[in-house]
Each structure stands twice: as structure tokens, then as C-alpha cells.
């Protein structure tokens, strides 16, 4: 049928466009005024003291969970449904609809990395399970470490990133 880095390739295309499905249905998840006040607050509590690695740690973490088989899918996608609540929590306290919040993060290069990031850890959940059904777990597990580091580095890249759009409207 298709190659096998087509395959996983195809895979990852599946992840990346599940992640878009499971932030979306948060984003669309109806919020009070309240609610939406709460979790903005929280939001700003932690925008105050963060950094490159506070970003780079908590993305990552996410990420490495997302490469456990079974468990790592179930984590990832409440993470992006929670992700969408906060994108929707953020834009109605800042007075539009939340869907306008997740199409203007399209125009960021940190959405496409993280989510990037977090399809490719998904997708190897996936392959780490079905290599396990088939008895070849040990042979993938180097191509797990390697993807691993990409994703590391992808996710450092978008830390650094999102650092310099927060310090550079974020009002002193």
C-alpha cells in the first residue's frame, strides 16, 4: 500500500487535524461572562511571571505525556479542549466571539509548531501501540527517542517564539 514514513505521515496529517477538532469543540464550549472573567484571570496570573522555559516546560510535558500509549491520546486531546476553553475565555473578555480568538492564533507560527509538536506525539502514541500488537515495540523505540527531540526542538522554538510576541505586547 503506502510507504511507511507515508504512512506516518498520514498519521500525523489525522492528529494535527483531531487537534483542531478536540480545540475547537473548547473554543465552542459555552462560557458565562463569569467563567470566562476566571479563567482570564488565571491566564494573566501566570503571563506575569513567564518565560522560555515556563513555555518550553509546560508545552513539553504535555507533549512527552501525548507519546504514552493509550493514556497520551485520552491526556493530549482534553489538553486542547482545555486550550480552546481558555482561547474562548480570552476572547470574550476581550469582547468578541471566540472563534475570531482561534482564527487570529492561525496567523501565529506558535500555533502550527505546538500543534505540530503535539500531532507528531500523538501519532507515535499510536504507532508505539500498534508496533506493541505486532511484537516490534523494541524496534520502534529509537524512532521514538528521535522524534522525542524533534519535538523538543520544535516546542523550544515556539517558547522562543511566543517570548518575544508577549514581550512585545505586553505593556511594561
Not at 110 to 116: G, M, T
Not at 121 to 135: F, N, Q, R, T
Request: charge should be negative; include cysteine; proline fraction near 5%.
Amino acid at each position: 500500500m503506502f510507504p511507511s514514513k507515508i504512512k506516518r505521515i498520514i498519521t500525523i496529517i489525522i492528529f494535527f487535524t483531531l487537534s483542531l477538532v478536540a480545540t475547537i469543540a473548547g473554543i465552542l464550549t459555552p462560557l458565562t461572562s463569569e467563567e470566562a472573567q476566571s479563567l482570564n484571570q488565571e491566564l494573566e496570573n501566570v503571563r506575569e511571571d513567564v518565560n522560555v522555559q515556563y513555555i518550553f516546560g509546560n508545552n513539553f510535558l504535555i507533549c512527552l505525556a501525548m507519546f504514552v500509549p493509550f493514556f497520551g491520546p485520552i491526556l493530549g486531546f482534553f489538553a486542547l479542549y482545555n486550550t480552546g476553553i481558555y482561547v474562548a475565555a480570552s476572547s470574550i473578555t476581550a469582547g468578541f466571539h471566540p472563534i475570531i480568538g482561534f482564527f487570529s492564533l492561525l496567523i501565529l507560527p506558535v500555533f502550527w509548531l505546538e500543534f505540530l509538536a503535539y500531532s507528531i506525539a500523538l501519532a507515535e502514541s499510536v504507532w508505539l501501540i500498534m508496533k506493541a500488537i505486532h511484537g516490534k515495540l523494541r524496534s520502534e523505540l529509537p524512532k521514538t527517542c528521535i522524534l522525542i527531540t524533534i519535538c523538543a526542538l520544535i516546542l523550544v522554538t515556539a517558547a522562543i517564539i511566543e517570548m518575544i510576541l508577549i514581550s512585545a505586547f505586553t505593556p511594561s
